[in-house]
Each structure stands twice: as C-alpha cells, then as structure tokens.
C-alpha cells in the first residue's frame, strides 16, 4: 500500500523511518508542498496518487506560542486540514488518518478523558485556537464519512516527544524546551529556568510508538468517533525536569519562575478503547525514550530544529 504521509519532516513522520513496514511510504515536508494553498495540496495528491493518508501536517507549539498566536494557529491549522481532506476527498483517497490532540478535550470534564467527551465544553485557554482547530479536523472527517462513506477516521496521542522535535524556544513543547534548556545551563554554568511550579502533571508518547500506532490505524481502525492512542501514566513537570536533568548529567539545581504560564493542571487520558483492539500494546518506557531523545540531540546539536529561534 502507498501511504503519503503529511508533516513527514516532524517529530512523528520522521520516526517511520525507523519503523519496518511493507508499505511504500511517502513523506511529506513543509518544502514539498505549501498545505496552506488548496493548489499545493491538490498537486500533492496528483503527484503521488496514494492509497491512504496519514495526515500528521500542523502549526504547533508549546504554551507561548499557542498564546501569542491564537489566531494564527486557529487560522492554519484550519487552512491545512480543509486542503488535506478535501483534496483527499475529491481524489477518492479511501482511507485517511488524522491526528489530534488531546488539548481538544474541555477544560472542565472528569478524568480520565474519554473520547466522548471531546465536543461537551471549551478547551483550555492555553490551547485555544489550535484545539479548536483539531476539533473541527474530526468534525470534518466524520462528515466526510457520512456523506461520501470514505474510511475517515481520527486518533488522539497525548504529549509526544522523541528526535526531531522542535527546539524553538517560541514554539517547543515542555520536553524538548527543557532538554535545551538544560544544555545552555551546562554551558553557561547558570541553573535552568522552567516555567510555572512544576507541580502541572502530563502523559508522554514516545514518537515511534504513535508511528507505530499509526500504521496499524491504516489497516486496521475503522471508527466513526476518534480514538485515544497514547501512553498512560502522568509524571509532574517537576519530576520530569529532574529525570531530564539526571539524564543529562546535569545536577547544579534548577529555578521555577512562578510569573510564567504552565497551562492546564492535568488531563490523563483513557486508552482503554485502543487497548481492548490491540491487547498488550508495549510502550517504550518514558526513561528510554528520554535516553533516546537526549542522545539524539547531543549528537546533532547545533543542527537541530528550531536551535535560530
């Protein structure tokens, strides 16, 4: 099966190359095709003709950027996903897997969130325009589905990392702004400063598991609602800190600064949906996967993304 797969050059498209699979995959980066112009992404479909899309493709960025540019992430991401799906659409691409968010789910529900809950409330402020966004992805997918009955379907990780992250101090999210972080502390023999108290809990997904994931949706997930994917467990922004720390061999102590933005409390996600189709689903474990994170970026570093921002 030929599989193009959008934001190819991301964080979770370039972890399928260390994925084996017998399918023909073609990743897609920003270079390639501009998503934001219904042209480009049509010529993109014309070009490779595929079987099935993984649309990854997306504006992201951690709590600062999805602050300052509300509108700006509300507006492309938008842009983007209407160009992908339609196009797909009208050059009857049979089977499409989006990946959301769970910054999609309100701000006020009961955990662990389920995905039933996705549209009963407005998402945190923090995520405003970019959950707003993935939400309209999924209403758009199944819509698609309804009416022109194509095999749409729409998938929620929690917080993913892994190698290639982008490392923007704009734009990162918590995992790789720390990892950056911290080298510029054991460069300049300062201690880091992280945002807010520490005490904000996450889930993390390590990037080739939701790869991973991802190809086994294509063939098999065929679910009118979305689909909950990622890793449970929470650990404290805190203790990740120090995890991130103690693995890169940094112990002079670190600094919170109270006056920043930390975003929402908590938000565990129910994985229970994607475990009762694939029992035993092993997860890479958090501590390995920051081993192999951190290692990437020692080794690539200062060629890494987002570094000249």
């Known amino acids: 099966m030929k599989i193009l797969v959008t934001g190819g050059t991301g964080i979770v498209g370039s972890a399928f190359n260390n994925i084996e699979t017998n399918h023909d995959l073609v990743l897609i980066g920003s270079r390639d095709y501009d998503l934001k112009q219904r042209w480009s992404t049509h010529s993109m479909l014309d070009d490779h003709k595929p079987d099935a899309v993984i649309h990854l493709a997306a504006r992201v960025g951690g709590v600062k950027g999805n602050s300052d540019y509300v509108a700006d992430f509300f507006h492309d991401n938008i842009m983007i996903n209407t160009n992908v799906l339609e ?84 734009y990162s999210h918590v995992i790789p702004a720390m990892i950056r972080n911290i080298h510029e502390a054991k460069t300049k023999n300062k201690a880091p400063i992280f945002w807010g108290t520490g005490r904000c809990l996450r889930e993390f997904t390590f990037s080739e598991d939701i790869a991973d994931i991802l190809l086994w949706c294509v063939e098999n997930y065929n679910g009118e609602s979305p689909m909950n994917i990622g890793n449970p467990g929470e650990i404290t922004i805190k203790d990740l800190a120090e995890t991130l720390m103690k693995t890169m061999k940094y112990d002079g102590g670190a600094m919170w600064d109270l006056s920043k933005p930390e975003g929402q409390h908590r938000k565990p996600s129910s994985n229970s949906k994607f475990v009762n189709l694939v029992k035993n689903y092993r997860y890479t474990d958090l501590r390995i996967g920051l081993e192999k994170t951190v290692d990437w970026f020692m080794q690539t570093y200062p060629n890494v993304r987002g570094m000249e921002v």
Request: proline share 7%; glycine share 4%; net charge positive.
């Open 87 to 170: 196009a797909a659409k009208e050059y009857k691409v049979p089977k499409v897997v989006s990946l959301l968010s769970t910054c999609i789910y309100p701000d006020k529900v009961t955990y662990p969130l389920t995905e039933d809950q996705i549209h009963l409330g407005e998402p945190h402020k923090s995520n405003f325009g970019y959950a707003y966004a993935k939400r309209m992805l999924d209403a758009h997918s199944r819509a698609i589905r309804q009416q022109y009955g194509l095999n749409y379907v729409t998938v929620v990780p929690n917080n993913i990392y892994g190698p290639n992250d982008n490392f923007s101090k704009k």
